[in-house]
Structures are given as C-alpha cells and as structure tokens.
C-alpha cells in the first residue's frame, strides 16, 4: 500500500500552470511535515519547496520562489504544490515527501511517493 500517492501532473505550455497534489494515506496527518522535490533530465533529485506540520513554515528552493506555493490541506490529508508561470527547465519528476514527526527545522523525510511527471512545452 502506497502511503504517499501524487497526482496532477501533466503536460502544459510555457507560462501555464499546474497544481500537484499528494494524498496521504495514514491515520494522522496534522503533525506531519511535508516536502516536494523534482528531478529534472539529467540532474539529481532536488529539493523545491517545504511546509513544517502547522504550515506557517515554508521554505523554497531559488527556482521556485515567487512561481510555486507549498499547502497542505489536514482535513483531507493532502499536501499540494501550485506552479505557475512554468518553464521548459521545470520539466521533470516531482515527488512529495512527508516528515511525519513534524521535527521543525529538519529537511529529511520517512516517505516518498512515486512521482508525477511534469511537461513543460515551449
């Protein structure tokens, strides 16, 4: 059984948008601690965007401040990341990720989903 299970990639032109979302499958989810990363064609897994377990902290990676935005919604038990004004180069993988200790100022995480794919045309 997947615990982290992300959805809502795709393909889209330069400058449009996509929302990815990250169900979590668990019986607690208030306290967790969530990430998104991506890998990109021939690069590693990168960090993109953080949110400890109350979501008042965010943190971004350069590349996404100011175009994505991290949430995470606890009634439903999902995490969600807004892209905007997407670029070729955010073409890629994009995983969730979840801390479910919720240690704060900790960037290391217990569970991976298995990825979405992004597209990003020119």
């Known amino acids: 059984q997947e615990l982290l299970n992300e959805s809502g990639g795709g393909v889209v032109r330069a400058g449009g948008s996509l929302k990815l979302s990250c169900a979590v499958s668990?019986?607690?989810?208030?306290?967790?601690?969530m990430g998104w990363f991506r890998q990109t064609p021939g690069k590693e897994r990168e960090f993109v965007a953080h949110?400890?377990?109350?979501?008042?902290?965010?943190n971004y990676a350069e590349f996404a401040q100011g175009r994505f935005t991290i949430s995470k919604d606890n009634a439903n038990k999902r995490a969600y990341l807004q892209m905007t004004s997407l670029k070729p180069e955010d073409t890629g993988v994009y995983y969730c990720?979840?801390?479910?200790?919720?240690?704060?100022?900790?960037?290391?995480?217990?569970?991976w989903g298995q990825g979405t794919q992004v597209t990003v045309s020119s």
């Open positions: 990720a979840a801390d479910p200790r919720g240690r704060v100022g900790v960037y290391e995480y217990d569970y």
């Open positions: 668990a019986r607690t989810f208030r306290t967790w601690s």
């Open positions: 949110m400890d377990w109350s979501g008042t902290v965010m």
